[in-house]
């Protein structure tokens, strides 16, 4: 039997009475790839924020691991083993690749200590696999200012891997990206996904063809529909709520 590794039952969030969730169901596999679209204002960003705590909801649950949510904070939650890339990269853009990498896998999070204290062998291993993984080996070594905004998001994914969640929460990651550079993601994200759940927000529909197994579709809080990249594509609500509309740029 596949377990679960989340399941959210009616949840509902208000802000001053507007429902940015309204009664959501959504359930997901351990090991899935999934991918939530949706048309601007669908309640996407807000859904994440649920997750990771940043926000409690108004009703409804969040489980876990089969664990309830309520109640933890954003740390918490973290510790328990979800993590989130937010949109924009949040690397060191003083510090190289391979020390970013370094720092994200140090339970302490401590920048001196990591800096000036060696590594243990089977760390600097992960690091060097990451690295190969996130497509950098050639600029391990050189300041991740010196990288490109694909580069930068490809490098913080790897410093989310490096903290080893159980679930990867990724919001957009290939808003104002080239084309070969949302194509590189897209690969990297589809080889995390064959020892990772991963949960990827996404506007930009050709990536969303590139990556997607299982789509579901968010529309004003709810969801809409959900299936595979074809029948989702094919649903006459998806359609007129997203697809016939042109997407506008989201950058919440
Ligand atoms: P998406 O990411 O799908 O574009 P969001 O989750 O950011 O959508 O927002 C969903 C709706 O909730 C939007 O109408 C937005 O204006 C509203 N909203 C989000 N956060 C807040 C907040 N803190 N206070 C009030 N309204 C909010
Ligand atoms: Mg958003």
């Known amino acids: 039997m596949t377990e ?6 009616n949840l509902t969030v208000s802000f001053d009475g507007f429902k940015a969730l309204n009664q959501l169901n959504f359930s997901m596999d351990e090991g899935e790839l999934r991918v939530v679209i949706g048309p601007n204002g669908a309640g996407k960003t807000t859904f994440l ?3 990771t705590g940043k ?6 649950r969040v489980m876990f691991k089969g664990r309830n949510l309520r109640a933890l904070s954003e740390h918490q939650i973290a510790r328990l083993g979800i993590g989130r890339k937010f949109q924009t990269p949040r ?3 003083n510090l190289t690749p391979r020390e970013n990498l370094e720092l994200s896998c140090n339970p302490n999070k401590n920048v001196f200590a990591t800096l000036f204290k060696k590594l243990s062998a089977p760390q600097r291993h992960q690091v ?5 993984t996130i497509g950098l080996p050639n600029k391990a070594n050189i300041p991740a200012g010196l990288l490109s905004h694909g580069e930068k998001q490809r490098l913080e994914i790897g410093m989310l891997v490096a903290q080893s969640p159980d679930l990867l929460l990724v919001d957009e990651p290939v808003a104002g990206l080239t084309d070969e550079e949302t194509y590189n993601i897209g690969e990297l994200l589809l080889a995390l996904a064959e020892s990772h759940s991963i949960l990827v927000i996404e506007h930009d529909m050709e990536f969303v063809r590139q990556i997607a197994r299982k789509v579901t579709v968010l529309h004003e809080g709810s969801v809409l529909c959900e299936g595979n990249i074809e029948e989702v594509q094919n649903d ?3 359609i007129e709520v997203y697809l016939g509309t042109a997407p506008e740029e989201d950058d919440a």
């Open 4 to 9: 679960k590794i989340l399941e959210i039952e």
């Open 49 to 51: 924020d649920i997750i």
């Open 91 to 93: 690397v060191y853009l």
């Open 236 to 238: 006459p609500r998806t």
């Open 128 to 132: 060097s696999a990451l690295l190969e």
């Open 55 to 60: 926000v409690q909801p108004t009703e409804g």
